[in-house]
């Protein structure tokens, strides 16, 4: 019976320290800043932000946790590409057309565009080299 009480407890321990660390984890992700080399694209800016470069777009939403985790891989990959390359974000609660014209069902929904145009796509979290190559070569 002691037994069973000690285990309980443990349980008990584990799931609240697992809870707390989770909650900490959250919160260092929602503090990443979106670097500055991002384009931070629109349904009404679309078109004329991707139109004549290289663009990979994340199709992301505040609430989804692999996107918050993918924010640090971008913001690296955004700043080690050659000119005429660019990541790009559009947040898909906000601008709906757009997302829904590409089909994006399941997010975060990587997109790669040259000249405007849909040739990769990409689902889940990806790591930076996988993402450079894909764009790159």
């Known amino acids: 019976m002691d037994i069973l009480i000690i285990?309980?407890?443990?349980?008990?321990?584990?799931?609240?320290?697992?809870r707390f660390f989770l909650k900490k984890q959250?919160?260092?992700?929602?503090?990443?800043?979106?670097?500055?080399?991002?384009?931070?694209?629109?349904?009404?800016?679309?078109?004329?932000?991707?139109?004549g470069k290289t663009v990979l777009v994340d199709f992301w939403a505040d609430w989804c946790m692999p996107?918050?985790?993918?924010?640090?891989?971008?913001?690296?990959?955004?700043?080690?590409?050659?000119?005429?390359y660019y990541v790009g974000k559009l947040n898909v609660e906000q601008n709906q057309v757009t997302a829904q014209k590409y089909g994006v069902r399941s997010i975060p929904?990587?997109?790669?565009?040259?000249?405007?145009?849909?040739?990769?796509?990409?689902?889940?979290?990806?790591?930076?080299?996988?993402l450079k190559k894909e764009m790159l070569g």
């Open 67 to 84: 996107c918050k985790m993918m924010l640090p891989i971008l913001n690296d990959l955004s700043v080690d590409l050659p000119e005429g």
């Open 109 to 130: 929904t990587l997109i790669l565009f040259k000249d405007g145009k849909e040739v990769k796509r990409f689902v889940g979290i990806k790591k930076k080299d996988f």
């Open 7 to 18: 285990a309980i407890a443990s349980i008990a321990l584990l799931i609240v320290l697992f």
């Open 26 to 51: 959250v919160q260092k992700l929602s503090n990443i800043e979106t670097e500055e080399d991002i384009l931070i694209l629109s349904d009404n800016t679309f078109n004329q932000q991707i139109k």
